[in-house]
């Protein structure tokens, strides 16, 4: 059989296959150049940035919970313009797509962050409206559906790139905010973000997490995550990228399953830093063993041949 | 750095609760610096999640082995204790920068609290392999918190202190410190818990002896991606945040901000 088709579109972005980065867990991507091929992945999506430098919340900012990891590390980034000038023209010699992960605290710095992308080498931008590490922005814009698209409209006003909405879980209504923010013009969507959680050190009878808050994510999320890209996928008609929790390639072929056009692998690179690759070669394998001849075949299967009665 | 799974070519339990655990990794032996440390994924399970940081503390290029000394604390270390000779673990490595050794020898002091000395073992047969004059401060809670007191004397003179006064003089390490003149010395290592790291500090400075620390903050990724493992540090006037596993672990003490209010 010939090689199966991986190739995968994000809105107006195609990418060779559906395998990316999670915002947060990459680093700028030259961190992991001594372990992997980067021109072997989907896409490269970059941690968080802001338009100023962010020092980042105190630590501790990371504990390991059952099989998740919660983090707070409050959105620490150099920078666009450091982004822009030391980092990205590093990054480009790799020919791997970059997405950046933009936040603001007001909706005039997520359009000047939009905007300052536009002409570079960066090849969409992921709209962060749901981090629950920083106290303002973040994820007030990403819990309030109108909110959620006064922010998409206003860098969808400001790029002329593909533009890629991330949506929080700790919301009661996850399909209210998809859909208002793919009416406001959004390409894409990714979910999910982490769950907002806390741990306390029994020793110290204190939070363990200097910021008290942090951001569940790992396998522990994983079942959260694929129910959400489920009901997103079918309420919606642009693409979702799923992530939360994949290390594997049986995770990643559930979330496309659930009806998510392409992954993003988070927590997993911390476990298996070429889980990347790793789940790259895994899904083609699988679509050579089920004689898939296109991984676009597999999108929502779980719902689709369902509700065509297969 | 790479990602490889080594071979458990050993594993013993010296006292309490320390194991030597001998690792099949030529790779790493050839190219290791003291002070640098590997991430070990201790089993194959989702839990314990992530990889466990350990520092190198011994290494032999002529056998391709390297050797961790760790303490049993929780479940992933516990884990580790019960694998077996013959078994294979998920390593990344060497990580992290590691002691910088100045070139002309001279007179070092290494300062080691509890398992804390696991990296200054290979410090100190360094420094000795470069013709450097080694004293070591060698403390515990007990006894059997003490990392392999008898023979750490092979690389110079060795003080010994517990909290307990099971063994060696009774006391803080840094009550020992008295015993040694500062000016003595041309170069200060210290690893252990940060107070002691922060009572090191206040002694040393007084002397202007350059102090080289090795940090343990907990870590996610150990290879400054995830930015989880800030610490404070000084950069001119202003307190950033360094990533202690890749742009430490070991810092120079001058930089470190000891009593971060921020
Ligand atoms: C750069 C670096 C080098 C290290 N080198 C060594 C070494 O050579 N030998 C060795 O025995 N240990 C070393 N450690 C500490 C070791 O990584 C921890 O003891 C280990 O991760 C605990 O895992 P666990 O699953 O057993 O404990 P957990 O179940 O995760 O935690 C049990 C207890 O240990 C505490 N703990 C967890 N992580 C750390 C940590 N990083 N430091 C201190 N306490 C912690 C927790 O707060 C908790 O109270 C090093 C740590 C770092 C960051
Ligand atoms: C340490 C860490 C840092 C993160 N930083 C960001 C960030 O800057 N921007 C963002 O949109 N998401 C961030 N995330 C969320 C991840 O991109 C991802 O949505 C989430 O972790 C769920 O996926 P996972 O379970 O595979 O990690 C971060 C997650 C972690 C663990
Ligand atoms: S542990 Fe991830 S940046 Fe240091």
Redesign the pocket.
């Known amino acids: 059989m010939t090689r199966p088709d991986l190739t995968t579109h994000i809105g107006p972005l195609t990418l060779k296959n559906p395998v990316m980065t999670a915002s947060g867990t990459f680093g700028y991507g030259l961190e992991f150049a001594p372990l992997l091929d980067l021109h072997a992945l989907g896409a490269v999506v970059v941690k968080g940035l802001t338009l100023a430098p962010r020092r980042g919340n105190p630590p501790p900012r990371v504990v390991?919970t059952a099989s998740g990891l919660l983090n707070a590390i409050g959105l620490e980034n150099p920078g666009v313009e450091s982004f822009l000038k030391e980092i990205l023209p590093q990054l480009e010699k790799y020919a791997v797509p970059v997405i950046v992960n933009i936040s603001g605290n007001t909706l005039d710095e997520y359009a000047l962050l939009a905007a300052r992308l536009n002409d570079t080498a960066v090849s969409a931008v992921e709209v962060n409206i749901s981090c629950p590490n920083v106290k303002q922005g973040g994820l007030v814009f990403g819990t309030v559906p109108e909110q959620a698209a006064e922010v998409v409209a206003a860098v969808r006003a400001n790029t002329s790139l593909p533009v890629i909405v991330k949506l929080s879980p700790n919301v009661t209504d996850i399909v209210g905010i998809a859909r208002s923010v793919a009416a406001a013009g959004a390409d894409a969507l990714s979910l999910i973000n982490t769950l907002l959680g806390m741990a306390i050190?029994i020793?110290r009878r204190r939070p363990v997490l200097g910021n008290v808050f942090g951001g569940l994510s790992g396998p522990a999320v994983k079942p959260v995550a694929i129910r959400m890209v489920w009901q997103v996928s079918q309420a919606v008609d642009i693409p979702v990228i799923g992530m939360g929790g994949i290390v594997s390639t049986e995770d990643a072929l559930e979330f496309i399953m659930a009806g998510a056009t392409a992954v993003a692998v988070g927590t997993g690179n911390f476990i298996n830093p070429q889980a990347t690759v790793e789940i790259i070669k895994g899904l083609e394998e699988y679509c050579i063993k089920e004689n898939i001849a296109k991984i676009d075949d597999l999108v929502g299967i779980a719902w689709k041949d369902g509700q065509n009665g297969k | 750095m790479q990602r490889q799974y080594v071979e458990i070519k050993n594993l013993k339990q010296l006292t309490g609760r320390?194991y030597l655990l001998t690792l099949a990794a030529p790779l790493v032996a050839r190219s290791v610096k003291p002070g640098q440390?590997v991430q070990l994924k201790?089993s194959a399970q989702l839990d314990?999640l992530l990889r466990?940081?350990?520092?190198?503390?011994d290494w032999c290029d002529a056998q391709g082995n390297v050797e961790?000394?760790?303490?049993?604390?929780?479940?992933?270390?516990?884990?580790?204790a019960d694998r077996k000779q013959g078994d294979y673990l998920d390593m990344l490595g060497p990580?992290?920068n590691g002691f910088s050794i100045p070139r002309a020898p001279g007179k070092a002091l290494l300062i080691g609290g509890g398992?804390g000395a696991?990296?200054l073992w290979g410090l100190a047969k360094s420094l000795h392999a470069r013709n450097w004059q080694v004293t070591v401060l060698l403390g515990g809670a007990g006894e059997q918190f003490l990392v392999r007191p008898e023979e750490f004397s092979r690389w110079g003179r060795t003080i010994i202190t517990t909290d307990d006064g099971s063994r060696g003089i009774s006391g803080r390490v840094t009550e020992a410190l008295p015993l040694v003149a500062a000016q003595e010395f041309d170069q200060i290592y210290a690893c252990g818990p940060k107070p002691m790291l922060a009572a090191i500090y206040d002694w040393a400075r007084i002397t202007g002896l350059p102090l080289q620390v090795?940090?343990?903050?907990?870590?996610a990724c150990?290879m400054g991606v995830c930015l989880g493992?800030a610490h404070p540090v000084r950069k001119g006037k202003e307190t950033v945040y360094a990533k202690?596993?890749s742009q430490?672990?070991v810092f120079d003490a001058r930089e470190v901000v000891w009593h971060d209010q921020a």
């Open positions: 390991e050190d020793k | 320390y440390f201790v314990p466990r940081p350990f520092s190198i503390h961790i000394l760790f303490q049993v604390r929780g479940k992933g270390t516990r884990l580790l990580l992290g398992i696991a990296p090795s940090l343990d903050e907990v870590m150990g493992c202690v596993c430490g672990p």
